[in-house]
């Protein structure tokens, strides 16, 4: 047997591990062990949708007739970030996350993230290329985390959290798995959870102005994709609390929320920055307001209490009726499918 088919042998495991964080690469899937994580990835797999279905010519017309100077430099800006932060989601599911959770249903459903990590990617990528006709001005946006602070910020704290498991190949001692899991939580509740949702609010201003309807309707299918991988991270940290109590710890439950602190101030800079021209209807203390009632819905769904205590001040993210959104805390994810048709209304607890 040659070194290579040995490392192969002693990776892979006919049996399931006793934990989902056991090193190797279990490939048994019969029996089954976490079928939730098999259903996610086939309830993905309905929820397809495709760049080419979305019509941006409205939003042209938006962007050269409609809009503010200002309100044009935090369209730009917000879709810079978008291109950015799901590159670096990509990336980490591939470096990090895959290695890491040794479950193959799970990886299936990572499979499937990266592949709607990607549509995104070219969603935005579409979004750039028309409302940045300039090509020194596109070039500019999609180098953003070299040369926009406001998203550098966010990058930075982005690799702080999620970086310290870049170079671990196995997750060995009770050390290492508590960073995978302050990756996990920064990935879910940070990035996704709080970056990529403050970014829906101001899609969803315009839209209640009736602006923007192509950038609005691919967010829609965007908001949906996320909110199914909010439901897997959250069902993994619940699979690894579960299986190792001795994790969570009052250490850990501090690290989140100073986690959460430096993201909601990363974001608070962002909004400077979109908001620094002014736009009628939005003020940056309304922003700090809902990024604190994001944060704090984020928290308790981890079993945290709030820090933020805010409200959300934004009538129109209730009251906005978005095609196929549902309440990503309460209703299962197999209720996103293509085939369901009709309208809902934003449930307040979804933001």
């Known amino acids: 047997m040659s070194v290579q088919e040995e490392a192969v042998n002693k990776s892979s495991s006919v049996e399931a591990p006793e934990h989902i964080l056991d090193p190797g690469l279990c490939l048994t899937l019969r029996p089954m062990r976490y079928p939730v994580f098999y259903d996610m990835f086939r309830d993905g797999i309905k929820n397809t949708w495709t760049v080419e279905e979305i019509d941006f010519q409205t939003d042209l017309v938006d962007l050269r007739q409609r809009l503010t100077p200002s309100e044009v430099h935090l369209i730009k800006r917000l879709v810079a970030f978008f291109a950015t932060g799901d590159s670096i989601v990509s990336n980490n599911l591939v470096l990090n996350l895959y290695k890491h959770v040794n479950s193959p249903e799970a990886r299936l459903y ?3 993230q990266l592949f709607e990590e990607a549509v995104h990617v070219q969603f935005y990528l579409t979004l750039l290329d028309n409302y940045i006709p300039d090509p020194d001005e596109r ?11 406001s998203i550098a910020k966010k990058a930075d704290f982005c690799m ?5 498991i870049q170079k671990l190949d196995q997750l060995e001692t009770k050390e290492q798995r508590r960073q995978f899991l302050l990756n996990l939580i920064c990935f879910a509740a940070c990035i996704e959870g709080l970056f990529f949702f403050a970014a829906f609010a101001y899609v969803y201003f315009f839209r209640s102005r009736g602006l923007l309807h192509g ?12 909110s199914c991988h909010l439901e897997f991270a959250y069902e993994v940290i619940k699979v690894v609390r579960a299986q190792e109590p001795d994790l969570w710890d009052a250490e850990l439950v501090e690290q989140i929320k100073e986690m959460l602190r430096e993201a909601v101030d990363a974001e608070a800079q962002f909004a400077e920055d979109l908001l620094s021209g002014g736009v009628a209807g939005l003020s940056l203390r309304e922003m700090r307001q809902y990024l604190g009632y994001v944060a704090d819905a984020r928290l308790s769904r981890l079993g945290i209490e709030p820090v933020f205590k805010t409200q959300n001040p934004f009538a129109f993210m209730e009251l906005q009726d978005v095609q196929e959104l549902t309440n990503f805390f309460e209703r299962r994810v197999s209720a996103y499918q293509v085939a369901v048709e009709g309208e809902v209304s934003f449930h307040h607890e979804d933001f």
């Open 160 to 164: 702080k959290w999620m970086d310290s």
């Open 110 to 112: 990572l499979s499937r």
């Open 139 to 149: 070039a500019g946006a999609f180098a953003a985390v070299e040369n926009i602070p």
């Open 215 to 226: 950038l609005a309707g691919g967010t829609n299918w965007v908001f949906r994709d996320e």
